[in-house]
């Protein structure tokens, strides 16, 4: 029956080999049978940043061939700029462009690239902003929202411990439900986000939205092993099954909080957003709700105040991390990848309450069950119009 | 009930897998080395520092143009002249059509010009109210193509019916009429498409009195739509944009300067020129002999041409550009050097070819 390991290893490596002499076949001597149809060069602005005396545009080479950046214009006059490294741009490459203008704040802009064959590629910016100095201040800065939007409000969340433990059974398990539903809710946000930025941010040649999608289901079923691993540990051990979910909780959200974290940091720093007083009270109304969510959970076991801490935490801080990443360097990409990673690990912690709750009651009450997600769902829309 | 490669395997696999994927996004290019930052002065006279590249839409010096418009602003294409019985003078010109030539229009942009005789703006016709004008036009383009004259004319020399199929030659033949200034086209369908590409050029008719001396040039306004939106992503005076700022075109102060002015500009309704430092006496389609008007601001529309005439009191550097400033800032946008007048003056202007 087994097959020695050199036959083994030859028809593992085979089809790689062959697919290889294939892509080189269609490189080399196919290569120009196969030309047909008209190739279009593509650019991408991802980013525009206004300093003292200067507009920076980021760009990248997001088409099938190589481009030259020849020229570049502020609201389509003409402007001299210098380009760095060079003017020439391989596919995925970028080059910042630096445009020396007398700029106004708030005023709307639209910066544009000529390439060699006369196209020209362009990105608006709804106001000009002082893009923010990278220095102890900012770094202060970014940290407190951090912590506004994400630790405080998880750990206000998590005072609700005494009250829902207090509760009896059918309560309880209105309240699981109820977290269910304002996970499910935190879910599609996180997804919806990511789109949002796919749209905006990313250039269409990374299929944002199949990432989005690979990405949630890669992120799910990693989960999905590392939670069955755990609450199969928490049989054996101390740990107490509940402890563990909501450790998978915590560790959901503080995936999605890191996205979110990227996302207010990058709208911070490109001044894409006025951040008002108003909108950090949103979010941390919204967030107060992933407080509950890892507190109810542990109500069915003996929880010490270091450990609920330490889940708020593991919950909460990614968001300061999220907002340093995001303000000093933003990527459309990573923000992307880390909310759709926060989206499937949200996704398995539904799933892993639901099983957990099917285990314990025999009798599943539909009541609370139904109840408690359509709550949740709501007050997540509730708070969510507050953002 | 577990075979082959363990979990753990496949689960730094998966790793790996993830890690050299987001590799490839991360890594923007190749890193290149801190160098030392050199300075550019660029063309609205701002300082740039960096280690980069320039981008800034002057650095010919004209040799390495396929067109110099330091050439073609004073080049007059007289034609083969012959004299014939009845003492008409014969002007025989030869224009061939073509549409495959890619040009450098602006540093590193290249664009699909259509030509006459190889150039944006085909050759500047002239000739001498009342001589035969003969013109053998070959096609060599891969569209039909059409040579049309503004002027008086037969209806079948009119170059609008009867376009020229590739590889085809036609005659057109005309006397020169009446004495002005005038221009010629394609006229073949699409014609906004055969205009922007290129397909035009000015046309004199000298009076059978001479003009007064003076120093003359010819500006064709144009434009390029280079992205083929319906909009031009540049302007200029003949072709280049941008030129004449860095490439000053020189005169002398208190001489008597002539430009013929030919605006064929597509995608936008009005072009028009400013004359810094001096004002102009201006001449409709170059028809009348009294000036319309004394002015520095002239509006032109679509085909519209003026014959300009005027002095500089006072030497220096004296801009004239589109007054609408978003054509100049595209390129439409040039200079006039004044040095002062010496006594032993020479005019410029060759007339040993004119009879």
């Given amino acids: 029956m087994t097959s020695s390991k050199p036959v083994l290893a030859i028809s593992a490596v085979a089809p790689i080999v062959l697919l290889i002499i294939m892509v080189a076949f269609l490189l080399g001597p196919a ?14 602005i991802e980013k525009i940043e206004f300093t003292g005396n200067e ?6 080479n997001t088409g099938p061939v190589n481009v030259n950046v020849v020229l570049a214009d502020v609201n389509d006059r003409i402007q001299p700029a210098a380009i760095e490294p060079d003017t020439s741009l391989e596919r995925f490459e970028t080059a910042l462009v630096r445009i020396p203008f007398d700029w106004n704040e708030g005023q709307p802009y639209e910066i544009g690239v000529t390439i060699d064959d006369g196209t020209r590629f362009a990105k608006g910016i709804d106001a000009a902003f002082p893009s923010l100095e990278p220095d102890i201040d900012l770094f202060v800065f970014l940290g407190m929202i951090g912590f506004l939007i994400g630790v405080v409000p998880i750990m206000i969340g998590l005072l609700w411990y005494p009250f829902i433990k207090k509760l009896g059974k059918n309560s309880f398990n209105f309240f699981l439900a109820f977290t269910m539903g304002l996970l499910i809710f935190l879910g599609i946000d996180a997804v919806l986000e990511a789109v949002e930025i796919s749209e905006n941010h990313l250039s269409s040649v990374f299929n944002g939205e199949l990432l989005i999608a690979t990405v949630i289901i890669l992120s799910f079923l990693a989960l999905y092993g590392v939670g069955k691993k755990l609450t199969q ?5 101390k740990l107490s099954k509940g402890l563990a979910i909501s450790l998978m909780i915590a560790i959901g959200i503080g995936f999605h909080n890191l996205g979110e974290g990227l996302a207010v940091g990058a709208a911070i720093a490109l001044g894409e957003v006025a951040l008002s007083t108003f909108l950090i ?15 109810a959970p542990l109500t069915s076991t003996k929880a010490k105040i270091v450990k609920m801490i330490g889940l708020g935490l593991i919950a909460g801080i990614p968001a300061i991390f999220g907002t340093w990443i995001g303000g000093f360097s933003f990527s459309p990409f990573f923000t992307l990848v880390f909310l759709a990673i926060g989206a499937g690990a949200i996704f398995q912690v539904v799933l892993s309450i639901f099983q957990y709750m099917k285990g314990k009651s025999d009798l599943l009450s539909n009541t609370s069950l139904f109840a408690g997600i359509s709550a949740g769902l709501l007050v997540m829309y509730l708070t969510s119009v507050l953002i | 009930m577990q075979s082959g490669i363990p979990s753990s395997k496949m689960f730094y696999i998966l790793i790996a897998i993830v890690a050299v994927s987001s590799l490839y996004f991360v890594v923007p290019g190749v890193i290149v080395a801190e160098e030392t930052p050199r300075t550019f002065l660029t063309h609205t006279g701002l300082v740039i520092q960096t280690t980069g590249e320039v981008i800034d839409p002057i650095g010919y010096d ?5 067109f110099d418009p330091e050439k073609f602003m004073k080049d007059f294409d007289y034609g083969e002249i012959t004299v014939l019985d009845d003492g008409t003078v014969l002007r025989e010109f030869y224009i061939t059509a073509r549409d495959d030539q890619i040009m450098e229009v602006s540093p590193g942009v290249f664009y699909n010009v259509w030509t006459f005789n190889d150039s944006v703006p085909g050759p500047t016709i002239r000739a001498t109210e009342g001589d035969l004008v003969r013109i053998h036009f070959t096609n060599e383009g891969s569209k039909p193509h059409s040579l049309h004259f503004h002027g008086i004319h037969k209806a079948e020399m009119d170059g609008v019916f009867e376009s020229i199929g590739t590889g085809g030659q036609f ?26 590409h290129g397909l035009y050029g000015a046309y004199i008719v000298d009076p059978k009195e001479p003009r007064e001396p003076a120093d003359e040039f010819v500006f064709v306004l144009n434009g390029l ?9 540049f302007y200029a005076a003949n072709t280049i944009p941008f030129y004449y700022q860095h490439h000053p075109i020189e005169i002398n102060a208190n001489q008597n300067i002539r430009a013929y002015v030919v605006n064929i500009l597509e995608f936008d309704a009005v072009n028009n020129f400013h004359l810094h430092g001096t004002l102009f006496h201006h001449y409709p389609a170059g028809t009348d002999t009294v000036p319309s008007g004394y002015n520095d601001m002239l509006t032109m529309s679509q085909g519209d041409r003026q014959i300009l005439e005027f002095n500089y009191k006072y030497p220096g550097l004296y801009m004239f550009h589109a007054h609408n ?20 003056f020479d005019i410029q202007v060759e007339y040993d070819d004119i009879i």
Avoid at chain 1, 55 to 60: G, H, K, L
Avoid at chain 1, 281 to 295: D, K, P, S, Y
Avoid at chain 2, 184 to 189: D, I, T
Avoid at chain 2, 337 to 342: F, H
Wanted: charge should be negative; charged fraction near 25%; glycine fraction near 8%.
């Fill in chain 1, 31 to 44: 290569s120009s049978f196969l030309q047909f149809g008209i190739v279009l060069p593509e650019v991408s």
């Fill in chain 1, 55 to 60: 507009i920076q545009a980021t760009v990248r």
């Fill in chain 1, 233 to 237: 540990k928490a049989e054996f051990s």
């Fill in chain 1, 281 to 295: 009270v949103g979010f941390a109304t919204h967030n107060t709700t992933e407080g509950l969510a890892i507190a």
């Fill in chain 2, 62 to 66: 004209g040799d390495d143009l396929d």
């Fill in chain 2, 171 to 196: 005659t057109y033949e005309f006397y020169a009429e009446p004495a002005g200034l005038h221009l010629y086209h394609c006229h073949v369908h699409p014609v906004e498409e055969h205009i922007a």
């Fill in chain 2, 225 to 233: 739509d280079t992205d083929f939106d319906g909009e031009n992503n």
């Fill in chain 2, 325 to 344: 400033t978003e054509f100049s800032e595209k390129g439409w946008v040039s200079s006039f050097l004044v040095k002062e007048n010496t006594d032993d």
